[in-house]
């Protein structure tokens, strides 16, 4: 039994062989796919000028499936604060939130969004990667820009990604509830609880802590299918472990043939016993005792597998067998 409300976070993976344009098709598909299904919310990654992953703005993404759905809310998980002015920020997640009342969140990170640093320094106008200062400044000026969209009508709801006990110091002190990246680093994520449970204030955002869960989750019929579909993001987990941040997006039957090394097959074995991948008993499981664990008061899933069909039937799966509630509405 999985008792937790469940979200989905997209990531929007180009497999070796298919242009980009074809994912972007497949978005509004998704969303209303996982809507269907009754995840509560489904939030859009920011990336840059990969091979693997689509550059599609989270803003456009979550403008065009609104369109495309009626109930489950969307937003960024996140848009990055150091690649965007703050005022435009508030401004085009304030004016999504006055079309879609009350279905707009607004997930606020830090990261450049890419690994190649002409990339970072292009969305940066030139200048090197944002400090902590600067970092924490543009935070609070969205938040306070947000406020000045009131009139608007209701506000998107503001959540800050962490993947670092830094990151948990900045949503406990501005009140905001917080999404904890354990799909990324799952070896911070208790230290990232604590401080944010510990140093937490009440704010107009958040009277008491709330945390949101991200796990990587591929879910299938067996194991065996489940390990297929999940190879190809490993091999490219694979290439960054040795620095090869350009690397694409394989095919199931492309990455089946992948030599891993004894140190990356250690590697990838570690992380992929903090996230959940397998048949629907193992997925349901793991990601049970995550939420026991953490005390989480909502999960998303990521699922990076480019066939659209794969990736709504991991979906599909985790909802028939979790006993979840079906909800798109926040409590």
């Not at 495309?68 to 965007?84: C, E, F, K, Q, Y």
């Not at 935070?139 to 948990?168: K, M, R, T």
């Not at 955002?205 to 194991?223: G, I, K, S, Y």
Request: charged share 20%; hydrophobic share 45%; proline share 8%.
């Amino acid at each position: 039994m999985l008792d937790i409300p469940l979200s989905a976070l997209e990531v929007a993976m180009v497999q070796t062989g298919t242009r980009a344009v074809e994912t972007l098709r497949d978005t509004a598909a998704f969303a209303q796919g996982v809507e269907r299904l009754g995840y509560r919310r489904l939030w859009y990654a920011e990336h840059h000028h990969s091979p693997a992953i689509g550059a599609f703005p989270p803003v456009v993404l979550t403008a065009h499936a609104a369109a495309s759905t009626s109930r489950i809310r969307l937003g960024s998980g996140g848009v990055l604060a150091p690649n965007h002015a703050p005022i435009t920020v508030a401004e085009q997640y304030g004016t999504l939130a006055a079309l879609h009342p009350d279905r707009i969140d607004l997930g606020i990170g830090r990261g450049p969004g890419t690994f190649d640093e002409a990339t970072a320094r292009a969305l940066r106008r030139g200048a090197g990667p944002a400090t902590d200062e600067e970092y924490q400044e543009d935070v609070a000026a969205i938040l306070s820009f947000l406020v000045d969209e009131v009139a608007l009508g209701p506000l998107p709801e503001p959540w800050l990604l962490a993947s670092s006990p830094q990151g948990a110091v900045l949503a406990a002190a501005l009140g905001l509830p917080v999404a904890i990246a354990h799909h990324i680093r799952p070896d911070n994520t208790q230290a990232v609880l604590d401080c944010y449970r510990a140093k937490f204030t009440p704010s107009r955002w958040c009277e008491q802590p709330r945390v949101l869960l991200c796990v990587e989750t591929v879910c299938a019929e067996t194991d065996e299918e489940a390990a297929w579909r999940a190879r190809p993001m490993e091999v490219v987990k694979a290439g960054l472990l040795k620095g090869l941040s350009q690397m694409p997006f394989p095919t199931p039957a492309q990455a089946a043939t992948h030599p891993f090394t004894a140190e990356e097959r250690q590697a990838l074995a570690g992380f992929r016993a903090q996230q959940a991948v397998g048949a629907p008993g193992t997925v349901i499981d793991r990601l049970a005792r995550l939420a026991a664990e953490t005390g989480a008061d909502e999960l998303m899933l990521t699922t990076p597998v480019h066939d659209l069909r794969d990736r709504l039937g991991s979906y599909e799966l985790i909802r028939k067998h979790s006993g979840a509630a079906a909800t798109t509405t926040v409590p």
